[in-house]
Nanobody, 125 residues
Framework: QVQLQESGGGLVQAGGSLRLSCAAS????????MGWFRQAPGQEREFVAA????????YYADSVKGRFTISRDSSKNTVYLQMNSLKPEDTAVYCC??????????????????WGQGTQVTVSS
């Protein structure tokens, strides 16, 4: 079992920045990748960013490319999402997720095995 705990959400004005953290505990030794997804009210969950745990390769949704940066600290089993130049349309609940396998695209939510509870990010205009 893997437990994921997000932190760092909050209220910020458009153009501002936030950094989300996701600490993993439990059986993390075989983690293949970790990702961030978000879901706004009335909308489907969407992929935001992901990182290959061993190689550090990163992947981003087009909507956040150039503004968000995903990174990891292997010694702390923690993944971060630095969000800059935030826009009102970035408002959502952000969840981190972990996966053991690479059998499906890293951007696909269904390929992830464990999920955190989520943290609210609200961007005011």
């Amino acid at each position: 079992q893997v437990q994921l705990q997000e932190s760092g959400g909050g209220l910020v004005q458009a153009g501002g920045s936030l950094r989300l953290s996701c600490a993993a505990s439990g059986r993390t030794i075989r983690t293949y990748a970790m990702g961030w997804f978000r879901q706004a009210p009335g909308q489907e969950r969407e992929f935001v960013a992901a990182i290959n745990w061993n190689y550090g390769s990163t992947y981003y949704a087009d909507s956040v490319k150039g503004r968000f940066t995903i990174s990891r600290d292997s010694s702390k089993n923690t993944v971060y999402l630095q969000m800059n130049s935030l826009k009102p349309e970035d408002t959502a609940v952000y969840c981190c997720a972990a996966r053991y396998t690479s059998t499906t695209p890293i951007t696909r939510a269904g390929g992830y095995d464990y999920w955190g509870q989520g943290t609210q990010v609200t961007v005011s205009s």
